[in-house]
């Protein structure tokens, strides 16, 4: 099969990859730079399993600048754009998705787009009215940005939404899915083939739910921490039970990530017109959370206080969300951040990676001595064995040293 992919990122990359063991695959972007990196072996973000991939397996895998001719002659187009949140529309931005839908279909209409990026609820059924394509498939994205690759090969389940009635389409999805098993390493992969507006629920209320998880155990440590209680004592007690089970339960600054915080705000923006407490309450959580974090902080360095000595700098270590983390799109850490710099503290911040010397008017160091003798306290969204030395000024919710 021909298959060329949109977007080399989490999602586009880790799946031509997976696609590139059996079929031709073109992977494509608007960045040079992205697809140079993929033509000489490397991945554009740390993931040792895809890099491995790129250099040792034998793939029928060519990355190209999005321009090129590649949809012409594909049998499947795999739409893996960004859909990043809109804050004024209150929806998921969906221009890259329809930029790459509207070029297949003047190009080549018989390709079957599958639609790989997280849109709203309903978005696939409306796009392929609005631009008169019918060819149009959605199969929502379960991969973690830190184990992008092993993800996909071993993947939870396949969701593969198909419009109802159409026998030909359904074919071509059943085809898709062989294709996702062929590559895949884990037997017996559930594979679910549901109506479109519900494989994209599926994918938001996975996503929602996740999020949920995060905060309540946040929200319970806010009150333990309120309450001078211990908060292990407390997670460990309620995770004995199988029903809430021993996992995803370490408290943190709040959920954050690419995907989290968009795929619950998207969620909610569905839910208009329709009666609902929860969903409301999982995305103000998160907000009261950060509110609630930064007012400990600046409580642990002495503002508001009269026997405050100053100037009282406050470290911050890292702006990723988690220790292997290579990027910080909406880390809880940034809202933090932007909440003490709203207060006008002092922060200083370390960054090894971070290629400017100033993050929103806070300096930035690269220097671990530096930073280190400079900050009066260190935040930490998650520990590193790199604190150790200064854990007595360190302030983390991190309990299990772990994600
Ligand atoms: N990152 C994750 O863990 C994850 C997991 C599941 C689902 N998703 C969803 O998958 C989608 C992609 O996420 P990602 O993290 O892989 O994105 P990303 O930001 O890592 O990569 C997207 C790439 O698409 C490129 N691009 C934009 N417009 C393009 C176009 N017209 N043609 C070709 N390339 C184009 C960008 O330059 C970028 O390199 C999003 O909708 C996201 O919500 C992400």
Redesign the pocket.
């Known amino acids: 099969m021909k298959i060329t992919v949109?977007?080399?990122?989490?999602?586009?990359l880790a799946n031509a990859i997976l696609l590139a063991q059996h079929n031709d695959v073109t992977i494509?972007?608007?960045?040079q730079e992205?697809v140079d990196t993929v033509n000489s072996g490397r991945s554009p973000?740390m993931d040792n399993e895809i890099e491995e991939y790129l250099a040792d397996k034998k793939l029928n895998l060519t990355a190209e600048v999005?321009e090129s001719d590649a949809y012409r002659d594909a049998d499947y187009v795999l739409v893996?754009?960004?859909?990043d949140y809109d804050p004024d529309k209150n929806y998921f931005d969906t221009h890259?998705v329809e930029?790459?839908i509207q070029r297949v279909t003047e190009v080549n209409p018989n390709a079957v787009i599958v639609i790989?990026?997280?849109?709203p609820v309903g978005y696939t059924a409306s796009v392929r009215e609005r631009l008169g394509n019918n060819n149009i498939l959605f199969s929502?994205?379960?991969?973690?940005?830190g184990s992008?690759l092993y993800d996909i090969l071993y993947p939870s389940r396949i969701i593969m939404g198909v419009p109802l009635n159409d026998r030909q389409l359904a074919d071509a999805a059943q085809r898709f899915v062989f294709l996702l098993k062929q590559g895949a390493l884990k037997e017996d992969i559930p594979v679910l083939l549901t109506a479109l507006d519900e494989a994209e629920a599926v994918k938001l209320f996975s996503n929602t739910y996740l999020a949920l998880r995060v905060a309540f155990f946040n929200e319970l440590d806010t009150y333990a921490e309120i309450r001078g209680m211990d908060t292990k004592q407390i997670i460990e007690g309620i995770c004995c039970d199988p029903r809430i089970g021993d996992y995803y339960n370490n408290p943190s600054f709040g959920y954050g990530?690419?995907?989290l915080p968009?795929?619950t705000k998207q969620l909610l923006a569905n839910y208009r017109n329709v009666p609902n407490n929860i969903i409301k309450a999982i995305v103000e959580a998160n907000s009261t959370r950060k509110d609630f974090i930064t007012q400990r902080i600046l409580e642990k360095a002495g503002y508001g206080s009269e026997s405050r000595e100053c100037p009282c700098v406050i470290g911050v270590y890292r702006l990723t969300m988690k220790k292997n983390s290579d990027n910080f799109r909406q880390s809880s850490m940034l809202g933090v951040l932007k909440r003490l710099t709203d207060k006008g503290a002092e922060v200083v911040i370390y960054e090894p990676n971070f290629p400017e010397e100033s993050y929103m008017g806070n300096k930035v160091l690269s220097d671990w001595e530096t930073f280190k003798s400079m900050s009066s306290v260190i935040i930490a969204n998650r520990y590193s064995p790199e604190l150790e030395p200064v854990m007595d000024k360190v302030y983390t919710r991190d309990i299990y040293f772990r994600d």
Do not use: H, M, N, Q
């Open positions: 949109a977007g080399i990122g989490y999602v586009g494509l972007d608007l960045l992205r973000f999005s893996a754009t960004p859909t890259c930029e790459v790989k990026s997280t849109v929502p994205e379960f991969l973690r940005e992008a990530g690419y995907c968009k795929d």
